[in-house]
Structures are given as C-alpha cells and as structure tokens.
C-alpha cells in the first residue's frame, strides 16, 4: 500500500487502497461458523445448584418468562446496538411487556413482585445483556422507587401508572462530576420562591437522561443545607441533557450529563418524603439488592456462552471443552455463579424477613462483583482471540497512628472480604446439604462445592467496591473510615 503524507492522518480517500477496503464485514457466522455467537443465545446451562428449588411458582414463572424474551426478541439485536452505542427503542414494548417496572412496588399499576421476583428477573435481563438490565434498574429501582418510596399519593398516582408500562421513561439524578462516592457533599442547589424551587446545578453519569420524560433530581436546600429530591420534566427551560461519549462498557446505556440554570420546580413536584441525606438510602436499600443481582445474570450469560463455545470449537483434533485447563476455568466460573446466586438469594430473604442491613447489601454488592470480574475475565480467557468480540458477550461486560486498626480503610476492606468469603461457604455448603436431603446430589454438585470453597473468595455504580466494604466495615466494627483519619498531634512518622 502507498503511503502518502497528509495533514489529515484518517483521510483514507488519499491513500492507494485495495479496492475491497470498504468492503462490509463478513458476518459473524460465516467467517467463524466454528461456534455460535451470542446472538442465538444458548440454553442455560449455569444452574448447577437447581436454584428453581429455591423460587416459588411465581417467581419460576418470572425468570421463564423473563429468560424466553430475552433469548429470543432482544439477544439478536443487542450487539449492533452496543456496537454503535445507541438504545433500541424498539425493544421498549418487549421490555414493557414483561411486567418487570416497578418491581415490588404494589398498587399503581405496578407488579408488585417479591424482592425474589423481581430480582431473579433482573438477572434474567442482565444474562442476555447488561445494558438493557441497566436501563430497566435506573428506571424502576431508582426512579419508580424514590417516587413510590417518597413521594406523596398525588405523585404516585400522576407518575406512576405510567411508568409502570413505560409509556414514560424515567431517570436517577444524584451523582454530580465533583461528586459520585461522596454523593451526600453534592452542589447542586435548590432555593424556595413563590410557587416552587430553583434548581441549579449539574449532574454527571445519569443513566437514561438523554431521553427520559421525567428526571428524579436530589439538591441541596439552601435554607436548610439538606439534601431535598424533585420530579423535573423534560424540557423544562434551562435544563439541558447531553450524552456522555466514548465510553467502552454499558454502551447502550445512554449515560449523561445534565446541567441545570435557574430550573423552576412546582411544589407540587417536590418529593415531600426526601429531608436529608439518609432518604436516599431508603431507595438505595433495596436498589443494592437488585443492583447485586445484575452481576450475577451477566455471570451466568457469560457461562453459557462460554460452555457452548468450549464444546464447538475445536483445536489439536478435539473440543476445547476437553482439555483440563479449560474444564478448570469453567468449573471455577460455574463455582462462582453458584455462591453469587446463594449470596444474593440470602439477601433477598433477609429484606423479605425485615433484617436486612446497608452493610449486608453493601456487602453482596461489593463480592458479588468482584466475583463477577473475575468469571468475566476467565471467560474471555477461554474465548481466546474472540475474546476480544461483541459477537461472543464476554468482551462487552490494636492501634496505631492514634487510631484502632478497625479504622483504616485497607484493614476493614480485608475483614470485610474475610465476611464475604465466610458467608458465601456457609450457604454453598447448605446448599449442597439441602441437594443431598433431597436426593438431588452428584458427586459433581459435592466437587464443585469443595473447589469453591477452597478457593480464595457492574462494580463501580451504586457505590464502589471499596465505598461498599467500608459500609459493611462499619457496621462490623463501630468505625466510620470513609474520609481519612486526622491526628491531633503530628506523628513523629
């Protein structure tokens, strides 16, 4: 090829190129048709454990349902969306369809699911495509949920209905550029007039705000220095929306920034039920839960499409799936699904009892993507150079210092990680007793329970892994580590 210099380095029309260099890519299925990309969606093979057992009637029927859909009206399309980072809306009727906005909520015309339910149903999305789990849980677990949760009766009933069909789209606006783990420092202002608030300020990394009808807002009231929530609509004069670029995961997701100037905000849209801070995490209570079970669907998508392709594609005369390193990495993924679901299973049933905890959501959220890292990783390992490719899924998701030790940050990140791995041992092993009692067990069910605990034990967004093991650090040991500890006097050191 001759090279020509140019002051425009993408200028190709330039350059001497081989007639075929505009030529569309093969399709994915003709120059690899060795194995089957993502877009069949296989079978589910990650249900090792026979987790059904676990669910009730209704809940089976969501996650049937809920996995039947996604398998074959969105799984076909959601690579070329990821691809060219734009939203299909045409999926929005499918999606609407399986009843999943609004989750627990009751009444409304909402579902009104078990927290099971419902989370089983955001795996079941998060299987197929994290995207697409990503936009239904800032919709209904933030947005419908701070509505339903803080809102007064008026609201949920001129919002609500609504949403719960998504005819509108809603979004969550909390974290600000200066401001995302230590969300309740945040700038964004709201001041009382006659009839209603001024908003100004600006928010960053909001999930659905390019398109979203109503945007649920949190500000700082300037005569109470609290944090206050509102329902701001779409086109309200002096809001703008703007799509974040560039981004490579969650690419369909449409991610932006909002910037707002002297935004008027009705009273009758002041969410009467925020006062302060601590209400946002009555929403982010349960909306932790669903956000442990997205890692957990994406974990089971990326086994299947890793167990289908280990079986068709073949090197040396046999299938990767018989090759021992190979069974090693799977068997460690499918240990891994299993104790993610038990994890989050006991999660669901400790919100159910009343006893759930901010540290024990925080807790799950924070080892359960970690996990989930991890079987990703693996999984694009086994991949090998398709690793790299949409078409295959995996591509796309005592005292010191004048302080105890309990209270630096790096000594309760590593307690707390010692909590996780003991509390995810103690239910596979139930688990494999429960299998056992009911005649259920293999000797392949007790030699994955055994690898699991053997070995050692979407994670940034509600809360990053470590913001997450400090909160359970300081439910376990009494010590608030978030921001640095200040000595009285200079240490010698």
């Known amino acids: 090829m001759a090279i020509h210099s140019s002051s425009n380095q993408d200028d190709s029309?330039?350059?001497?190129?081989?007639?075929?260099?505009?030529?569309?890519?093969?399709?994915?299925?003709?120059?690899?048709?060795?194995?089957?990309?993502?877009?069949?969606?296989?079978?589910?093979?990650?249900?090792?454990?026979?987790?059904?057992?676990?669910?009730?009637?209704?809940?089976?029927a969501?996650?049937?349902?809920?996995?039947?859909?996604?398998e074959k009206e969105i799984a076909p399309v959601m690579t070329e969306y990821w691809e060219k980072a734009k939203f299909p809306f045409q999926c929005i009727p499918k999606l609407a369809a399986l009843r999943l906005a609004g989750g627990t909520i009751k009444g409304y015309g909402c579902p009104g699911l078990s927290i099971l339910g419902s989370a089983v149903g955001t795996a079941e999305v998060a299987r197929v495509d994290a995207s697409c789990s990503t936009f239904i849980l800032v919709?209904?677990?933030?947005?419908?949920?701070?509505?339903?949760?803080?809102?007064?009766?008026?609201?949920?009933?001129?919002?609500?209905?609504?949403?719960?069909?998504?005819?509108?789209?809603?979004?969550?606006g909390l974290t600000e550029p200066d401001y995302?783990?230590?969300?309740?420092?945040?700038?964004?202002?709201?001041?009382?007039?006659?009839?209603?608030?001024?908003l100004d300020g600006q928010k960053r990394w909001i999930g659905n705000s390019t398109f979203a009808d109503i945007l649920v807002i949190f500000a700082r009231n300037t005569s109470t220095n609290?944090?206050?929530?509102?329902?701001?609509?779409?086109?309200?004069?002096?809001?703008?929306?703007?799509?974040?670029?560039?981004?490579?995961?969650?690419?369909?997701?449409?991610?932006?920034?909002?910037?707002?100037?002297?935004?008027?905000?009705?009273?009758?849209?002041?969410?009467?039920?925020?006062?302060?801070?601590?209400?946002?995490?009555?929403?982010?209570?349960?909306?932790?839960?669903?956000?442990?079970?997205?890692?957990?669907?994406?974990?089971?998508?990326?086994?299947?499409?890793?167990?289908?392709?280990?079986?068709?594609?073949?090197?040396?005369?046999?299938?990767?799936?018989?090759?021992?390193?190979?069974?090693q990495k799977l068997v460690q993924m499918l240990s891994n699904v299993q104790a993610m679901f038990l994890v989050g299973w006991r999660l669901c049933k400790l919100y159910e009892s009343g006893k759930m905890t901010p540290g024990h959501a925080s807790l799950a959220k924070s080892w359960i993507t970690l996990r989930a890292r991890e079987t990703a990783a693996l999984g694009r390992e086994l991949l090998g150079g398709n690793g790299i490719l949409a078409d295959f899924l995996v591509a796309k998701e005592r005292k010191q210092f004048g302080a105890p030790l309990a209270a630096f940050q790096i000594n309760q990140q590593k307690l707390v990680q010692m909590l996780s791995n003991v509390q995810a041992m103690f239910l596979v092993g139930w688990r494999l007793c429960k299998l056992y009692e009911s005649g259920k067990?293999?000797?392949?069910?007790?030699?994955?329970?055994?690898?699991?605990?053997?070995?050692?034990?979407?994670?940034?967004?509600?809360?990053?892994?470590?913001?997450?093991?400090?909160?359970?650090?300081?439910?376990?040991?009494?010590?608030?580590?978030?921001?640095?500890?200040?000595?009285?006097?200079?240490?010698?050191?």
């Open 441 to 493: 067990m293999t000797p392949g069910h007790a030699s994955l329970a055994k690898a699991f605990c053997d070995i050692e034990p979407i994670y940034t967004y509600e809360g990053t892994y470590d913001i997450n093991t400090l909160v359970t650090g300081r439910e376990v040991t009494g010590f608030a580590s978030f921001k640095p500890v200040i000595a009285q006097k200079r240490s010698r050191l």
């Open 62 to 70: 969501v996650r049937k349902k809920v996995r039947e859909c996604m």
């Open 180 to 198: 995302g783990s230590d969300a309740s420092a945040l700038k964004t202002t709201a001041t009382k007039v006659e009839g209603g608030w001024i």
């Open 226 to 327: 609290q944090i206050n929530g509102y329902i701001v609509k779409k086109d309200a004069p002096g809001l703008t929306v703007t799509k974040i670029e560039n981004k490579i995961g969650l690419r369909i997701v449409q991610n932006g920034d909002i910037v707002m100037k002297k935004v008027f905000i009705p009273d009758e849209d002041r969410l009467t039920g925020v006062n302060s801070f601590q209400d946002t995490n009555k929403v982010l209570a349960v909306s932790r839960v669903m956000v442990a079970w997205q890692p957990i669907g994406i974990s089971m998508g990326i086994y299947d499409i890793c167990h289908r392709y280990l079986k068709e594609r073949k090197q040396f005369g046999a299938p990767l799936a018989a090759f021992q390193i190979n069974q």
């Open 139 to 172: 919709h209904s677990s933030l947005a419908m949920l701070t509505i339903a949760l803080c809102g007064s009766e008026a609201q949920k009933q001129k919002y609500l209905p609504s949403l719960a069909q998504f005819q509108t789209i809603g979004c969550w």
């Open 13 to 60: 029309s330039k350059r001497a190129m081989p007639s075929y260099f505009n030529l569309p890519p093969l399709d994915v299925s003709n120059a690899f048709p060795q194995a089957t990309p993502a877009s069949v969606f296989p079978p589910c093979a990650s249900d090792y454990f026979q987790f059904d057992d676990l669910l009730t009637p209704e809940e089976q």
